[in-house]
């Protein structure tokens, strides 16, 4: 038994352990010009950030208008996201060595993430972070994304862990009322900085408004180990 009792820990995938909103960002952007709106930009992107690809597409359908059907969509949204990941996902360097510390502790990991599988299975093996991640649910496979709080309960039954014993990490609002719906504790690393005072982040047990630039495994740890020994 690890220093961290029972704790599980539960991953968001896009913003929170890679950067991977840039991809997401061209990726919609040639969606959109394919259907002939081209002029999407960074601040219209940031809008939907935390938000389920599938989820996402249905809004951009009401507010451009647009006419394919929402499978269309989504079939070619994920295939330009899927060329331009397998080229290149950062990682951030402070959550690798975070996944690693806790891998090496034995603490049971998920990653829960509004992406499709394909999508966070060819950012796992292209990071090298399948190894650890074993446990991975996209919103694709429950009734309702995020901040509906579906994916963050099936990666606990999926652990075999009741919802009090674990901890989220979150780089967007709906991630982190997501948690909190689900009854978990929330580690917050806002990715859009304008939203760290968004109420849902109020409900975490630790909000980096400073973002990943922020975030130390160490500190991580210490916040664990530390909520690990009061509860």
């Known amino acids: 038994m690890s220093t961290l009792g029972s704790t599980s820990v539960i991953f968001d995938l896009d913003g929170t352990l890679v950067d991977s909103e840039p991809n997401y960002f061209e990726a919609g952007r040639q969606t959109l010009a394919g259907q002939g709106i081209t002029d999407f930009t960074w601040a219209d992107h940031e809008r939907y950030v935390g938000i389920s690809t599938q989820e996402t597409l249905a809004l951009w359908k009401e507010r451009y208008g647009l006419t394919a059907p929402l499978d269309t969509l989504l079939a070619d949204k994920n295939r330009r996201y899927l060329e331009l990941a397998r080229v290149s996902t950062p990682v951030y360097p402070q959550m690798r060595t975070f996944v690693e510390l806790l891998a090496a502790e034995g603490v049971p990991l998920a990653v829960a993430s509004g992406s499709s599988p394909e999508a966070i299975e060819a950012i796992l093996a292209g990071t090298g972070l399948a190894s650890h991640l074993t446990t991975v649910v996209s919103a694709d496979e429950v009734a309702h994304g995020k901040p509906a709080p579906d994916v963050f309960l099936e990666a606990a039954r999926r652990l075999g862990a009741t919802p009090a014993d674990c901890v989220v990490l979150e780089d967007a609002a709906p991630g982190a009322a997501a948690?909190?719906?689900?009854?978990?504790?929330?580690?917050?690393?806002?990715?859009?900085?304008?939203?760290?005072?968004?109420?849902?982040f109020a409900t975490a047990g630790v909000l980096l408004r400073g973002g990943q630039a922020e975030f130390t495994a160490q500190s991580a740890y210490a916040w664990l180990t530390g909520s690990a020994a009061a509860s």
Do not use: E, F, K
């Not at 580690?187 to 005072?197: G, N, S, T």
């Open 179 to 200: 948690a909190h719906a689900a009854g978990m504790r929330c580690i917050a690393i806002p990715y859009v900085a304008a939203q760290a005072d968004d109420p849902a």
